[in-house]
């Protein structure tokens, strides 16, 4: 392709000097990170599963406290999981959290350290190709190339390049043309780091301000004028959105709660019991239904809590919230764990985001 070889022979001539560029502005504009100067392996690691669709400012108190418990892999190994998950509650995607337990135990069981190269940390539970890298790069100081979102963006706008950067293709040949690249550069981990910085400070998704950019003088989007242009993306799917009932049984002071499996999604999180409404069906009979499924209970609704949004990454939901009473036994057969708490100890679970609305919806109604 045109854009391709032309870049390329720009490269070839001046690849020193917009890397070199790249390395002094970085120095001088990063932003502070906790992870950033330590050294250690381990930092790189956590703060990594961190930040995955999460912002760095979000990060941050997280990673503190997290360091605080758990202040090595060691002790994050030997960690029960639930402690893991309360520590990350908030922080959504809770996958990565358990992935990041097995990865720890699984560490320990080989030695206790984490590997220095990129194909020995892709054997790992839980990291792919980008957190590979990331912890080679910046951890080992290793010569590959970090390729996040900000990394995509930036060289497709250097490049000027049309492609689809959501294409896996895509992906693995700007991966490539940057291990190269970086097989010369003075600072590996600053040179990684001054990218994914760039993009989220200079060259951002909907803005590019190109008067401050250290490598300017070798974008193809910035002479001539397209920046915003790139990169470019293929249509976004619309997400679905399930209305979904839960009841919040009380009896003898406690509400009960189960602790969804660990295949399913938010695996390991406690939550109420409820689903997705059927066609035809009202909310009300919703939670009668579903509570008798997952629990074998009887309830009558009591009163309406309200109702509360939320929005995963592949779909939302509508969440009605019912207080329930028992109708019956109160014998629970669930083949999930279960447990009767009082709502002052709710704060000693972990739970799905959408759950802490309904508290506050609680809250509000001065029931907690």
Same mark, same amino acid.
């Given at each position: 392709?045109?854009?391709?070889?032309?870049? !390329?022979?720009?490269?070839?001539n001046?690849?020193m000097n917009?890397?070199?560029?790249?390395?002094?502005?970085?120095?001088?504009n990063?932003?502070?990170?906790? *992870?950033?100067w330590?050294?250690?392996?381990?930092d790189?690691?956590?703060? &990594?599963?961190?930040?995955? +669709?999460t912002q760095?400012?979000?990060?941050?108190p997280?990673? $503190?406290?997290?360091k605080?418990?758990?202040?090595?892999?060691g002790?994050?190994?030997?960690?029960?999981e639930?402690?893991?998950?309360?520590?990350?509650?908030g922080?959504?995607?809770?996958s990565r959290a358990?992935?990041?337990?097995?990865c720890?135990?699984t560490?320990?069981?080989s #030695?206790?350290?984490?590997?220095?190269?990129?194909?020995?940390? =892709?054997?790992?539970p839980g990291?792919?190709?980008?957190?590979?890298?990331a912890?080679?790069?910046?951890?080992f #100081? +290793?010569r590959?190339?970090?390729v996040?979102?900000?990394?995509?963006?930036?060289? @497709?706008r250097m490049?000027?390049?049309? !492609?689809d950067?959501?294409?896996?293709?895509?992906?693995?040949r700007y991966?490539?043309e =940057?291990? &190269?690249?970086i097989?010369?550069? !003075?600072?590996?981990? !600053?040179?990684?780091?001054?990218?994914m910085?760039?993009?989220?400070l200079?060259c951002r998704p909907?803005?590019?301000?190109c008067?401050?950019?250290?490598?300017? +003088? *070798?974008?193809?989007?910035?002479s001539? #004028?397209? @920046?915003?242009e790139?990169?470019?993306?293929s249509?976004k799917?619309?997400?679905?959105?399930?209305?979904?009932s839960v009841?919040?049984?009380?009896?003898?002071?406690?509400?009960?709660?189960?602790?969804?499996?660990?295949? +399913?999604?938010?695996?390991? =999180? *406690?939550?109420f019991?409820?689903?997705?409404?059927?066609?035809?069906?009202?909310?009300?009979?919703c939670?009668?239904r579903?509570?008798?499924?997952?629990?074998?209970?009887?309830v009558d609704?009591?009163?309406?809590?309200?109702?509360?949004?939320?929005?995963?990454? $592949?779909f939302?939901?509508e969440?009605? @919230?019912?207080?329930c009473?028992?109708?019956?036994s109160? &014998?629970?057969v669930?083949?999930r764990p279960?447990? *009767?708490? &009082?709502?002052k100890?709710?704060?000693?679970?972990?739970?799905p985001? @959408?759950?802490?609305k309904?508290?506050e919806?609680?809250?509000?109604q001065g029931?907690i």
């Amino acid at each position: 392709m045109t854009f391709m070889l032309i870049m !390329s022979k720009n490269d070839n001539n001046a690849s020193m000097n917009w890397q070199e560029s790249l390395i002094r502005w970085f120095s001088g504009n990063h932003r502070e990170m906790p *992870w950033r100067w330590t050294g250690d392996p381990y930092d790189v690691l956590v703060s &990594e599963f961190m930040l995955q +669709q999460t912002q760095v400012a979000t990060v941050i108190p997280y990673f $503190h406290r997290w360091k605080h418990v758990f202040p090595d892999i060691g002790s994050l190994a030997r960690a029960d999981e639930s402690e893991v998950l309360k520590l990350w509650e908030g922080l959504g995607y809770y996958s990565r959290a358990r992935r990041l337990h097995e990865c720890a135990k699984t560490v320990v069981a080989s #030695g206790g350290e984490l590997p220095g190269d990129y194909e020995s940390l =892709l054997r790992l539970p839980g990291i792919g190709s980008y957190t590979a890298a990331a912890i080679a790069s910046l951890g080992f #100081g +290793q010569r590959v190339a970090v390729v996040d979102g900000n990394v995509l963006r930036v060289r @497709a706008r250097m490049l000027a390049d049309p !492609s689809d950067i959501k294409g896996s293709e895509v992906k693995k040949r700007y991966f490539e043309e =940057l291990n &190269e690249l970086i097989q010369d550069v !003075s600072d590996v981990s !600053s040179f990684n780091q001054g990218m994914m910085e760039l993009g989220a400070l200079i060259c951002r998704p909907r803005e590019a301000i190109c008067v401050e950019c250290p490598v300017r +003088q *070798w974008c193809l989007g910035y002479s001539s #004028g397209t @920046a915003l242009e790139y990169p470019r993306k293929s249509a976004k799917v619309s997400r679905p959105c399930y209305d979904v009932s839960v009841g919040l049984i009380f009896h003898d002071g406690k509400y009960l709660i189960l602790r969804r499996s660990p295949e +399913q999604m938010l695996g390991g =999180l *406690w939550e109420f019991p409820g689903g997705k409404v059927e066609p035809g069906e009202t909310h009300e009979s919703c939670v009668v239904r579903e509570v008798l499924e997952e629990t074998g209970l009887e309830v009558d609704i009591v009163r309406k809590v309200g109702v509360v949004k939320h929005a995963y990454s $592949h779909f939302g939901i509508e969440m009605h @919230a019912y207080v329930c009473a028992l109708h019956g036994s109160s &014998e629970v057969v669930c083949e999930r764990p279960w447990a *009767w708490v &009082e709502a002052k100890d709710f704060g000693k679970y972990a739970f799905p985001k @959408a759950n802490h609305k309904v508290f506050e919806l609680l809250k509000q109604q001065g029931v907690i």
